[in-house]
C-alpha cells in the first residue's frame, strides 16, 4: 500500500468533503461551512468506531483461539496412550485365553500361578494408566458400551439383559475404547 503524507491525506479528505457537500443539498439555516467540518469529523469519528469494533471483535476471536489450542493440547495429553492400549488389548485378550488353556492343564500348576499373578500385574498398571474393563454378563444391554452379536433365548435373564460376554470391552478414562461384544437374551423361549 501507497503511504500518503499526513498534509495530502488531508487535502484529499477536505476535497472529497466539499465533493460531498456541494453535491448534497443543505438544509435551509445551516451553514454550508458547518456542514462541511461536520462531515469530515462524523466520517472519521465513524471508521474509528468501525476499527475499534473490529480490534475488540480480533482481539476476543484470539483470546477464544488460545483457550481452544490450550484445551485441544491438554486432551492430546490425556489421552496420548490411547492407541497403544488399543493394540495391548488385544494382546490381553490372547492372553486371557492362554490362562484359560494353562487352567484346563492344571490349575495347581506353577506355570498357571504365575501366568495369573503376571495378569494381575499386567491389569493393575493398566488401572492405574485409565484402561477399565467393562463387566457386562447380567447386566442391561447398553448399546453406548456393549455390541450385540447375537441374541438367544433365555429362561434364567429376562429380555435386554446380556447372557455371555464374547469379548471383554474397556474403557480409557472417560471413553469408550472398545465396546463389549456380548450375546443378548430375547427372553424366554416360545
Known amino acids: 500500500m501507497k503511504k500518503i503524507p499526513v498534509t495530502e491525506q488531508n487535502k484529499q479528505m477536505k476535497q472529497s468533503a466539499s465533493a460531498n457537500s456541494i453535491s448534497s443539498s443543505v438544509a435551509p439555516g445551516v451553514d454550508a461551512s458547518q456542514s462541511e467540518a461536520e462531515d469530515p469529523m462524523a466520517g472519521l469519528q465513524a471508521d474509528l468506531d468501525r476499527f475499534r469494533d473490529l480490534a475488540l471483535r480480533s482481539q476476543a476471536d484470539f483470546e477464544n483461539y488460545k483457550k481452544r489450542c490450550s484445551r485441544e493440547k491438554e486432551e492430546a495429553i490425556k489421552y496420548a496412550n490411547k492407541s497403544l ?88 478414562k472417560d471413553r469408550l475404547l472398545r465396546p463389549a461384544k456380548v450375546v443378548v437374551s430375547s427372553g424366554p423361549a416360545k
Open 85 to 172: 492400549l488399543e493394540r495391548l488389548v488385544g494382546i490381553i485378550d490372547n492372553f486371557e485365553l492362554g490362562l484359560a488353556a494353562a487352567k484346563d492343564q492344571g490349575a495347581d500348576s506353577p506355570i498357571y500361578s504365575g501366568m495369573v499373578l503376571v495378569q494381575k500385574q499386567l491389569n493393575d498398571l493398566l488401572a492405574e494408566n485409565g484402561l477399565q474393563p467393562i463387566d457386562a454378563e447380567g447386566k442391561t444391554f447398553d448399546p453406548n458400551l456393549h455390541e450385540a452379536i447375537a441374541h438367544e433365548a433365555s429362561n434364567e435373564f429376562p429380555e435386554g439383559i446380556v447372557v455371555r460376554q464374547a469379548r471383554r470391552g474397556y474403557r480409557f
